[in-house]
Structure formats: structure tokens, C-alpha cells
């Protein structure tokens, strides 16, 4: 008898020659693996989804619950699995694919990139690099910009940088950082703790010292919250995680005044409302309020990780060769990915499309609200848009996944939309009927 290292059970050399087809075992995690299946895994065979779905149980670290569906194509707002089926995505990998799944500028400047130069180190200069930093520049408050990989990483910089920066130029110990309930900033230690909501901190402390929470929407929560320690005031113009919580008229240009007031610098987390999500290119522009600093990601580069901090130049300068770093920020594909990306969506007429498809959208939830007395709430704005329920979402977003339809529940009972910019009003349409009978089943 052979064993095979993680299978956790023996079978014989017949097996591994292809001659007992039959064979079954139990692994050890309680899963039955069809031996069949798993020699067309190690030969290259191709291998139906409820397969992969087991091997992927087997290997990856349980952090998902996941769906039982294989996703393996994508064109436009259209996804496919491996059985074939189509779905129409309302997620866009959450905000993700705000062009699209395979735009084909992204698709074709990731593959001319790929046969140039995929990676080089940050100690030379780096052309795709350089070009979508100007552009960022161009199109937004910020003087400069630093990349990394991922939204979470792009707010550590942030952080960081607000720290650094309070040492060289204000007076006093100050290193807190002011964040607003229901936040959500990322997944890392410091991250984590800066997103105020008890649930995700749940099994990880001791927390990072640092942070104060306060109630978001409420200007004067965050002016009675700083003291001599405040360094910072790090918000969401629109809470995504937390429940797409939009926030009143004016309330992004008090933390301005109470900001500028006190001295502290201002940090827009941009990383999913960012990129043309609101019907303009920052959330930001709405009120006509600049930040100090703002951060980046999820739709960047058009689907290819990425994270960015946009900087203005007398906050950037407190960095110094060696405070901060990135292996792969920054890389060349990943920043070819990214002008490209940021070009479509400038010159494709996105911004506009997401504008008026999200008023359409928006009326037409709005519009399901007289009819569905569970229905408590929509908001929203552009291609962001939560519609709050009485009862629970995620048994909703199972049945309209039966229907061909993707979308998502967060905070257990609100759902959010977050289709690709490219978006038509036939599809919100598509959308609507599919929500409707799923609902008339609940009022049923």
C-alpha cells in the first residue's frame, strides 16, 4: 500500500495506474473522494465542480463560506460556471469589476505587459508605474502615490504615514486615529482594529493601541472625540461593509473644517466607492471636499490586485527612503492593468452610464419599497446602492442565485448592489423582476 501526503488514507498502486476506477475512501476531513475523480486531478483531467468543490475543502483554509457554484468565465456584466450556466453579476467581485469581467483594453495591456516585463523591484524605475501615478494625479487632489497590493495594505500606508507625519510636525505624543462605527478597513492587525465593528475583532486581541471609535454622521462626535493624541480622522465617504450608511449632506465637509481646525489630517477610504463606483471618479468630488490623503484598490487595475495611497505633497514628504515599502507594489502588470482601467473608464463614458443607470436602478427599488412592507430602506448612490430589509438577506441571495442572479447581503439584513459600470437599464431590469418574485414569495 501507498500513502499520498495530505490525503490522509492508503490505496494501492493499482489505483495510481488507472486500474480500479471504483476505488473510494474517506478522507480524513469526512469527505468521500471518488478516487476516479482525484486521478483525473493528478493526470490533468478535466473534472466536474461538485469535484473541485471538495478538493477545494480538502486544501484551502476554511475563511469562505462559500457558494456551491465554480465560476470559470467572464465577458462584460455576464459570468459563467463550469456546467455552463449564466448568472448576470450584481456583485463585480465586490466592486471589484467595475469594468466588467475581461475588458478588452485591460485584457490586451495585461497580456502586451506579460510579454515585456511582468516584475522588477522598486529599486529601479518602473514606466506603467510611473504613468498611472501621473494620472491619479491628474484626475484627483493628490501630488503623489504609493502602491501596493490590496485595499487593506493601501490603508496601513495611510496609517502609518499619519503617524510619521504627527511626529515631524505636531506638537505632542500624537498617534490616534479617529474611525467611524460600522467602518470597515481591512483584514490586517492594524487595519482591523481601526474598522469598528466588534464582530471582526472577535478572536484576535490584544487589539492595536490607537484607535477611537465614534458614531458616523455625526460631526460633532468627532470634534468632542480629539485630544492631544489625535493625529487623524480616517472615514468612508460612503460605508460599504457596514451597509452602504451614506452620509448626510455636508457631513465629509465638517470633517474638513473640524480637521482643519484641530490641525489633523483627513483620510478618505476609497478602496470600494473609488474609481468611478458614485457616478464620478472619487466619492469625494460629490461634496467638492479634499482629503489629505485618500486610498485605493479593488477596481484599480480592473481586476488584477492593486492598492494605492494618494498623497498631498506636504504629507508625503514625511516619508523617507526606507520608512515604507512593497515588494510587488506597484509592479509592472499590475499598473499596465491599472492605465488601462483608469483610461476606459474615463474615455468609455462610464461615469456617466453609472450615473444614469444608478437613478434608474435606484427609482426602481425605491419603487419595490411601496409594495414590500419588509423592505425598511434603499440608499445609495450611483452603482452603490443597499437596500435594508426587516427580515434576513442571505437566504435571498441564495434564491436569486437559483434565478441566474448574483448578488450580495452584508450586516445579515441589508443587500448591496454593486453591478459593473457598464450596467444597461434592461439588465436593472432583469435584476428587478428576478428580486420581485423572489420576494413575493416572502410576502407569500
Avoid at 239 to 245: D, H, I, Y
Amino acid at each position: 500500500m501507498t500513502r499520498i501526503k495530505g490525503l490522509g488514507f492508503d490505496f494501492g498502486r493499482e489505483f495510481l495506474l488507472g486500474k480500479d476506477s471504483g476505488y473510494v475512501q474517506k478522507a480524513q476531513n469526512g469527505l468521500y473522494f471518488f478516487m476516479s475523480s482525484y486521478h483525473k486531478f493528478l493526470t490533468g483531467v478535466q473534472m466536474d465542480s461538485q469535484t473541485w468543490m471538495m478538493l477545494s475543502e480538502k486544501y484551502l483554509a476554511p475563511t469562505y463560506a462559500r457558494y456551491p457554484i465554480v465560476l470559470v468565465k467572464g465577458r462584460g456584466t455576464r459570468l459563467w460556471d463550469m456546467d455552463g450556466r449564466e448568472y448576470l453579476d450584481f456583485v463585480s467581485g465586490l466592486a471589484v469589476c467595475n469594468l466588467g469581467h475581461c475588458h478588452p483594453k485591460v485584457v490586451k495591456a495585461i497580456q502586451d505587459q506579460a510579454e515585456k516585463l511582468i516584475h522588477v523591484s522598486n529599486f529601479y524605475y518602473i514606466e506603467p508605474q510611473i504613468r498611472l501615478a501621473s494620472l491619479l494625479c491628474q484626475y484627483s487632489f493628490a501630488d503623489n502615490v504609493f502602491f501596493s497590493n490590496s485595499g487593506a495594505e493601501a490603508n496601513e500606508g495611510g496609517i502609518k504615514l499619519a503617524r510619521k507625519h504627527a511626529k515631524e510636525k505636531m506638537r505632542g505624543d500624537r498617534y490616534e486615529i479617529i474611525t467611524m462605527e460600522r467602518s470597515f478597513h481591512g483584514r490586517t492587525l492594524a487595519t482591523l482594529t481601526a474598522t469598528a465593528q466588534e464582530k471582526f475583532h472577535e478572536g484576535f486581541s490584544p487589539l492595536m493601541p490607537g484607535f477611537k471609535y465614534v458614531p458616523f454622521n455625526d460631526p460633532e462626535a468627532v470634534k468632542n472625540a480629539i485630544d492631544s493624541k489625535t493625529c487623524a480622522v480616517l472615514v468612508e465617504p460612503i460605508q460599504g461593509e457596514g451597509g452602504v450608511n451614506c452620509p448626510a449632506e455636508g457631513y465629509l465637509r465638517a470633517l474638513r473644517e473640524i480637521c482643519d481646525e484641530t490641525e489633523i489630517l483627513l483620510i478618505f477610504d476609497e478602496v470600494q466607492v473609488g474609481m468611478g463606483r458614485t457616478g464620478k471618479l472619487f466619492a469625494y468630488e460629490h461634496e467638492g471636499v479634499e482629503p489629505d490623503m485618500l486610498t485605493l484598490a479593488k477596481s484599480l487595475a480592473g481586476g488584477v490586485p492593486i492598492g494605492a495611497l494618494l498623497i498631498k505633497k506636504e504629507i508625503a514628504e514625511s516619508f523617507k527612503p526606507g520608512d515604507h515599502a512593497s515588494t510587488f507594489g506597484g509592479n509592472p502588470l499590475a499598473t499596465a492593468a491599472g492605465v488601462a482601467a483608469l483610461t476606459a473608464i474615463l474615455e468609455e463614458g462610464m461615469l456617466e452610464n453609472c450615473k444614469k443607470v444608478g437613478d434608474y436602478f435606484f427609482y426602481k427599488l425605491k419603487e419595490m419599497k411601496g409594495r414590500f412592507p419588509f423592505i425598511h430602506e434603499v440608499r445609495g448612490r450611483g452603482l452603490i446602492i443597499g437596500m435594508e430589509l426587516k427580515v434576513d438577506g442571505s437566504s435571498i441571495v441564495k434564491e436569486m442565485m437559483g434565478r441566474g442572479i448574483l448578488i450580495n447581503c452584508t450586516m445579515g439584513n441589508v443587500l448591496r448592489f454593486l453591478p459593473p459600470l457598464i450596467v444597461t437599464k434592461e439588465e436593472v431590469d432583469q435584476m428587478v423582476r428576478g428580486l420581485e418574485e423572489v420576494f413575493q414569495g416572502i410576502a407569500c
